[in-house]
């Protein structure tokens, strides 16, 4: 016997003996976004080119930030989010010395994870365990830039500002240098910093 498969869209696919839900990931919204075409198309030299409906550009728009209120902020690991996949929300924080972030493990395979040579000298480092949730008090000012271990290939990053940024100049080299390890959201570290 076939039984029908549904997708997200509403149609049926017919597989044999089982049901298997196979909707994409994101919201119908977001699926139809990602399924309309770019461009437009044209049948011959003598016809009219047909517009295309084209999405909104992939480059993040990044306000620059404020400083957060209370001394108590919770960043959530999330495999899908405003910004786009594997993110970190908020993506860029701006806090005051002492202050305590809250890393939440929203979504599982995630951790967050203070970057060798891209914190403040003589701040301490962190390392929160897959799946995790972990909290961390910066003591130390400066900006502060953080990962996703397993999915840093992917640019899931995250900038926290202590106090001033007095070390900005250093961290920026060194996201440059980093932006060419990613496979994927490339300006993605560049456009948090730009924020801040």
């Not at 039984?3 to 149609?11: E, N, T, Y």
């Not at 924080?93 to 929203?106: E, M, N, W």
Request: aromatic letters at 4%; a negative charge; charged letters at 20%.
């Amino acid at each position: 016997m076939r039984r029908p498969l549904f997708l997200a869209s509403g149609v049926a696919l017919f597989v044999a003996g089982l049901v298997v839900n196979a909707a994409p990931p994101g919201t119908d919204a977001e699926i139809r976004q990602r399924l309309q075409p770019i461009g437009s198309v044209s049948r011959s030299e003598n016809s009219e080119a047909v517009p295309i409906a084209t999405p909104a550009p992939t480059s993040m728009q990044i306000e620059k930030v404020t400083l957060s209120k209370g001394s108590e902020h919770e960043v959530k690991m999330l495999n899908s989010g405003a910004g786009g996949s594997m993110v970190f929300e908020p993506a860029v924080l701006k806090v005051s010395v002492g202050d305590t972030i809250h890393f939440r493990a929203t979504d599982l395979a995630h951790n967050a994870a203070s970057i060798v040579g891209m914190i403040p000298a003589g701040a301490e480092s962190w390392s929160g365990e897959m799946s995790q949730d972990i909290s961390v008090t910066l003591q130390t000012e400066g900006v502060y830039v953080y990962q996703c271990d397993p999915h840093v290939v992917m640019a899931m990053v995250g900038v926290i500002q202590v106090g001033d940024a007095v070390n900005i100049g250093e961290i920026e080299q060194e996201a440059e240098r980093m932006k060419s390890t990613f496979a994927m959201n490339g300006e993605r570290l560049e456009q948090y910093l730009s924020a801040l």
